[in-house]
């Protein structure tokens, strides 16, 4: 629970248990002790299973906040000479 309370982005595989079947892709909710805390990107095939995208259970990600996160990277990159290129 450590790396959820500290909004750490990523779950991996080993300490996940009690997985319901999803997709590569699929945005899955992250629970625990049956509390509902995270929203992420599920896949199957990565040692990092989940990358949580967003811990505001209020609302799943859609399209409009895809779209609000995408121009904030955006910005990030065009204001960031390291990113130059991106």
Do not use: I, T
Not at 4 to 11: A, C, F, I, V
Not at 62 to 83: G, I, P
């Amino acid at each position: 629970k450590k790396v959820l309370k500290d909004r750490h982005p990523w779950l991996f595989d080993q300490s996940l248990r009690g997985q319901a079947p999803a997709a590569p892709g699929d945005v899955v909710s992250v629970f625990w002790r049956k509390q509902a805390l995270a929203f992420g990107l599920y896949d199957p095939d990565s040692p990092l299973r989940v990358r949580l995208l967003s811990w505001d259970m209020a609302k799943l990600p859609d399209n409009v906040w895809a779209q609000k996160v995408a121009a904030v990277a955006a910005e990030r990159r065009r204001q960031d000479k390291r990113l130059a290129g991106c």
